[in-house]
């Protein structure tokens, strides 16, 4: 399952929308939620959509680009797009992720977003043998650090993540297959699409599913036999 990340694109002229939009199209894990040629109307639909990344226009009635910025009490990631180059100072003071200057080439628009996904990587904090013990992850517009020991198993939801500690669980966008793909895998281990177990938070297993405390989970039929052989 590959996570979706959503866009709202906002410029005052429709063609400009256009040309974001077939650029977005190429790129599997985006979809646009929403789009305006109003800046009004997007600061309302903005507040209810509360997408993972904008692209605004600088130069716009009523209100510019960079005063809209201001206006947002919760702001996503933000790539401005324009014919003007002398607001890039403004714009990343800011601290918007990018500054792509029209007409777009492709090739520069895959650098922005490759800047984008950069960001979705859980961080990781390492020892000194180069193995680490904690990731700082995004949930609720804050980065929160979860020490890897306090984990008991993580859950597919869609596409989002559902980490499970001790006291809490914490969600995080991101699609299971790639978060595994960042944990230790001598520490963690697939046993379903759904399911990522912590090794030693098990507290007995089958071949059919996995016990952690109270917690019963099941063992997929593709994942049966790697996890057998891991836990011995």
């Known amino acids: 399952m590959i996570t979706k990340f ?4 906002l410029d005052d002229e429709p063609l400009a929308i256009k040309v974001i939009e077939q650029h977005l199209s190429k790129f599997e894990q985006f979809e646009i939620c929403g789009s305006s040629t109003e800046p009004l109307e997007a600061h ?7 997408p993972d990344l904008l692209f605004l226009d600088i130069e716009m009635p009523d209100i510019n680009g960079l ?6 009490q919760s702001q996503p990631k933000i790539i401005i797009t324009t014919a003007y180059r002398e607001y890039a100072v403004e714009g990343f003071e800011l601290n918007v992720l990018d500054y792509l200057v029209k007409p777009i080439p492709f090739p520069r628009f895959v650098k922005a977003i490759d800047k984008f996904l950069e960001l979705q990587k859980p961080e990781t904090t390492q020892t ?4 680490f013990t904690s990731i ?21 939801v869609k596409d989002y ?9 914490i ?15 001598d520490q963690f281990i697939r046993i379903h699409k759904s399911f990522v177990v912590a090794k030693n938070k098990v507290t007995a297993f089958t071949s059919h599913d996995v016990e952690i405390g109270q917690i019963e989970l099941p063992i997929g039929r593709q994942f049966k036999e790697a996890f057998l052989s891991g836990m011995k």
Do not use: W
């Open 6 to 9: 959503q866009c709202y694109i």
């Open 44 to 50: 309302q639909q903005l507040k209810t959509l509360q």
């Open 67 to 72: 005063e809209f910025i201001d206006s947002m």
């Open 128 to 131: 000194h043998n180069n193995t």
């Open 136 to 156: 700082t992850i995004k949930a609720d517009r804050k980065n929160v650090r979860i020490e890897l020991s306090d984990i008991l198993y993580i859950e597919g």
């Open 161 to 169: 993540v559902k980490i499970v500690l001790r006291d809490q669980s």
């Open 171 to 185: 969600l995080t966008k991101y699609s299971i297959g790639n978060f595994h793909k960042t944990l230790p895998p």
